[in-house]
């Protein structure tokens, strides 16, 4: 079985849930529930008895190690992070606390647990640490791509923090032999996608009738990656990627802000055209820019397509359109997480001090 991190996320529940639709390999999924963590997302394995979540902190190291102990995994996926660099700006001490020092410990745990493995099991056993390409700082407009060897460079709270757990893994790698694997990815959109980032938030707010908040130009550029493909690359470098070694993991779709901005209004002019039949992107404002705005990401996948011989499933087109077919087919995960009323089933689930979701 494998322990996942996070795996009630936007990423990480798609991961969990192709998981278990491929492989019957169980999982223990470890989440904290935060306003980002959605049990709901995982509600079609309520009864699947591969599928186990624990409400919990990967900083709570007495909690880890007996997991570890109690389910003995052959490898840990670790997606759980804060991962939205607003939050990190008006208050970055979460930041800190659950992505590096909840790394920090997660590592620890993970060490006490592998060196008591037996040979072939501390062989065969993985750390996969699911990292972001923010960690490479900003490009300019003709540098090339962020390589496995750029500069790390982070510019935002967030961007700090999850270089500075990338320093961790490499070290505990490095100092302790621990078999670490380290995957920086572009942004990633999809199903789930909590509706403060870009996409869902532009989908959900063109749907009520809300304003579009464009940053600054909209001229930043960010490089899309449709979040099953993520999880399809995750998979392959835990098969068969090199110990120590950092995967860099993106669709080759750079695109500006405002252009995916005017290309979801395009869509949903298409499939759900506004009651009077005026364009969405006439809801499109400008706002004030976010301070320290990266300008553009880039990531150059080679080395993963190369060694390992992935490749993304689709391109921006395809992908941005099941995206907002999702969005249009999934009003009610819309609304309860917009209500927080998935916050309450949590609160009511969590009342009696029990930690384990059951499902
Ligand atoms: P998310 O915010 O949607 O989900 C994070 C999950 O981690 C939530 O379920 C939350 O409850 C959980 N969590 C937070 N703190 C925790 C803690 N201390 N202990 C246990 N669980 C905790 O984030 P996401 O977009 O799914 O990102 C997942 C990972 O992928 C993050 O590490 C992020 O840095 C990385 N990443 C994200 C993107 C992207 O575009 N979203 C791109 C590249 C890399
Ligand atoms: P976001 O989804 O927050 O991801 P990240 O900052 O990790 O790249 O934002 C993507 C881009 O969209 C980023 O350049 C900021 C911009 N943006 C807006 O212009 N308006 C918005 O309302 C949001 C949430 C983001």
Request: charged letters at 20%.
């Amino acid at each position: 079985m494998i322990l996942v991190t996070g795996g009630a996320g936007f990423i990480g529940a798609n991961f969990v849930l192709d998981w278990l639709a491929i492989h019957d390999e169980p999982v223990i999924n470890l989440d904290k529930l935060t306003y980002a963590g959605n049990p709901e997302t995982l509600q079609s394995l309520q009864a699947d008895t591969r599928h186990t979540l624990v409400q919990g902190d990967i900083g709570d190291t007495a909690l880890v190690s007996q997991l570890l102990t109690q389910h003995q995994p052959r490898a840990v996926v670790n997606f759980a992070a804060e991962s939205h660099v607003d939050r990190s700006i008006h208050g970055p001490g979460e930041f800190i606390q659950t992505n590096i020092v909840g790394t920090f410990n997660l590592l620890e745990s993970v060490r006490g647990y592998w060196q008591m493995l037996p040979a072939d099991q501390k062989e065969a056993f993985r750390f996969l640490h699911v990292s972001t390409d923010e960690v490479y700082g900003s490009l300019k407009k003709d540098d090339p791509a962020f390589t496995e060897t750029s500069h790390i460079e982070p510019n935002s709270p967030y961007s700090a923090s999850k270089a500075a757990s990338d320093h961790l893994v490499r070290a505990w790698h490095h100092t302790y032999g621990l078999p670490v694997l380290t995957t920086n990815c572009s942004n990633n959109y999809g199903p789930y996608h909590f509706p403060e980032k870009l996409i869902p938030l532009m989908i959900v707010n063109a749907l009520a009738g809300k304003a579009l908040p464009v940053y600054g130009d909209g001229q930043q550029i960010r490089d899309w990656l449709y979040v099953k493909d993520h999880c399809s690359a995750i998979r392959r470098v835990l098969e068969a990627g090199r110990l120590g070694e950092i995967y860099n993991v993106g669709g080759w779709n750079e695109k500006a802000n405002l252009d995916i901005v005017q290309t979801v209004c395009a869509l949903l002019d298409e499939l759900r055209p506004r009651l009077d039949a005026k364009p969405y992107r006439d809801q499109i404002t400008y706002v004030t820019d976010r301070p320290g705005h990266d300008r553009r990401y880039a990531i150059d996948a080679r080395k993963l397509e190369q060694e390992l011989g992935w490749k993304p499933a689709e391109t921006f087109e395809s992908g941005i359109r099941k995206t907002v077919q999702w969005y249009l087919d999934h009003p009610d995960w819309v609304a309860h997480v917009q209500s927080g009323a998935y916050r309450d089933w949590v609160q009511k689930q969590y009342a009696s001090g029990a930690s384990d979701a059951g499902h």
